[in-house]
T-cell receptor, first 112, second 109 residues
Framework: DGGITQSPKYLFRKEGQNVTLSCEQNLNHDAMYWYRQDPGQGLRLIYYSQIVNDFQKGDIAEGYSVSREKKESFPLTVTSAQKNPTAFYLC???????????FGPGTRLTVT | GQNIDQPTEMTATEGAIVQINCTYQTSGFNGLFWYQQHAGEAPTFLSYNVLDGLEEKGRFSSFLSRSKGYSYLLLKELQMKDSASYLCAPLDSNYQLIWGAGTKLIIKP
């Protein structure tokens, strides 16, 4: 079955710790994206990658970092520099710019 | 700036028809997507319009008017499982999706 997986579904961390959220896809999609969703708000783009070993900052990249060493994988690290890290994080992939994005199930991160 | 405007919440009755409107202002335009998102879950693709007019797909239809910066999603024969948020997302000149906050649709029996 082709799809996108994110793990874990729920993640709890103490303030000051870095945490890495995984995202894997076996759809053979070139483009991958990380979004953050807060209650009552639209999805906000953190980082995106259109090709292996290349990625661009989205609207809210500060406090986050990514890597794209393999086509299938696009992990997101939430660093201690991110002031309000508690949120629902969604990873997505697409064949190209004008194609629909397929989303993973999301990771709900809580930092206390 | 870029802006998406959708009603925050709508209520409809099972079996009825509902229209969810979206107006947008973006830097350039390369089409508009509608997604459905059930509470606590990921968005799933519903439709994509790039030309003016109505696209029908089963119980769901989506309309676009580029000159008016306006789109709507029409849901027919509403079912309880249609209770969800509906996200309007135009694609700007950089091929980035600009996401609205979504319309929460509540279906009552």
């Amino acid at each position: 079955d082709g799809g996108i997986t994110q793990s874990p579904k729920y993640l709890f961390r103490k303030e000051g710790q870095n945490v890495t959220l995984s995202c894997e896809q076996n759809l053979n999609h070139d483009a991958m994206y990380w979004y953050r969703q807060d209650p009552g708000q639209g999805l906000r783009l953190i980082y995106y990658s259109q090709i292996v070993n290349d990625f661009q900052k989205g609207d809210i990249a500060e406090g986050y970092s990514v890597s794209r060493e393999k086509k299938e994988s696009f992990p997101l690290t939430v660093t201690s520099a991110q002031k309000n890290p508690t949120a629902f994080y969604l990873c997505a992939s697409s064949i190209g710019d004008t194609q629909e994005q397929y989303f993973g199930p999301g990771t709900r991160l809580t930092v206390t | 700036g870029q802006n998406i405007d959708q009603p925050t919440e709508m209520t409809a009755t099972e079996g009825a028809i509902v229209q969810i409107n979206c107006t947008y202002q973006t830097s350039g335009f390369n089409g508009l997507f509608w997604y459905q998102q059930h509470a606590g879950e990921a968005p799933t693709f519903l439709s994509y319009n790039v030309l003016d007019g109505l696209e029908e797909k089963g119980r769901f239809s989506s309309f676009l008017s580029r000159s008016k910066g306006y789109s709507y999603l029409l849901l027919k024969e509403l079912q309880m499982k249609d209770s969800a948020s509906y996200l309007c997302a135009p694609l700007d000149s950089n091929y980035q999706l600009i996401w609205g906050a979504g319309t929460k649709l509540i279906i009552k029996p």
